[in-house]
């Protein structure tokens, strides 16, 4: 019941979406199709090639995104809008060798409105002290480079599942206030859970970063291919380590009280290409590749 909530509540803004049915997962030869998504969404997209294509690049607006084969003559690609959309609409194409172009979707961005929220958490989190700071700013730098080294295939083979089935004290794209001054938005799904519940992957993947980090503690971060990661924030304990294959349901750590954090629960994030999206958008479109 909890999920179908929060579905409704994430995708209440998709409803004309179901008037046009769902992306069409086979579309003809040069065909385009048109898609309907939203700031903080992803959307999954098929479309056909020719031989010799499958090294095309797949560029969207200014960004070059990984494809990788569905079958005998086509592709398909996870294609995700930032929170931050300024919602004007665009068309992805592929860039052959010989720089010819071919347009595969238009996309079309419709608004979503998100709520507000008020939190209390340790002062130094929020004014950082200038070692504070200089730390925070080093972690940030080295996940950048981390965050580039995701494989160009997925690791997964089945639909991604939420991490946790307990009650979910916030979820993505909340614009939140921190201590009635600070405001930042929220950019991930956060369960509530003792410290020391069990965290498993919800996918198949590689793990790419296990440790602590300033503002979500302990941390396990994994690479699912094609620029898909999952975040999993404020652990208590990390039972994986960087390099390490886990499958969907492997145990990566314990919920905690660490990092910036209000009370104990798990901070669970989705990010794609390089946007911070909504995970129950990933785990409504991997059905889609993975019904």
């Not at 998100?114 to 958490?121: R, W």
């Not at 009650?167 to 993505?172: G, V």
């Not at 960087?242 to 750590?253: E, P, S, T, Y």
């Amino acid at each position: 019941m909890k999920y179908l909530l929060l579905l409704l509540l994430s995708f209440q803004a998709c409803a004309s979406e179901k008037k046009s049915g769902p992306v069409n997962p086979l579309p003809a030869l040069n065909e385009i199709i048109t898609v309907e998504t939203q700031p903080g969404f992803v959307r999954w997209v098929s479309f056909a090639i020719e031989p010799g294509q499958e090294t095309a690049e797949l560029w969207c607006k200014d960004q070059q995104l990984k494809h990788a084969p569905l079958g005998q003559g086509r592709r398909f690609a996870y294609i995700a809008e930032t929170y931050f959309s300024d919602l004007k609409p665009y068309t992805c194409r592929l860039i052959l060798k010989n720089k010819t172009e071919i347009p595969i979707v238009n996309f079309l961005v419709k608004p979503f409105k998100y709520k507000e929220e008020k939190l209390k958490v340790d002062f130094r989190t929020v004014r950082l002290s200038k070692k504070d700071l200089k730390r925070a700013q080093k972690e940030q730098r080295m996940l950048a480079g981390l965050y580039t080294q995701s494989a160009s295939e997925p690791y997964f083979n089945r639909a991604f599942v939420a991490p946790l089935d307990s009650f979910i004290t916030s979820i993505y794209g909340n614009r939140r206030v921190y201590n009635n001054a600070h405001k930042s938005q929220h950019l991930g799904t956060d369960y509530r859970a003792a410290v020391g519940v069990p965290i498993p992957a919800v996918n198949r993947g590689r793990v790419l970063f296990a440790g602590d980090l300033f503002y979500t503690g302990g941390t396990v971060i994994i690479d699912h291919g094609m620029d898909i990661f999952t975040v999993y924030g404020h652990l208590s304990e990390v039972k994986t380590q960087a390099g390490q294959i886990v499958n969907q349901g492997d145990i990566v750590a314990l919920s905690g009280h660490t990092g910036r954090s209000s009370g104990p629960h798990l901070h669970w994030g989705v990010k794609i290409h390089g946007h911070y999206v909504n995970g129950y958008s990933l785990i409504e479109e991997t059905k889609k590749q993975f019904p």
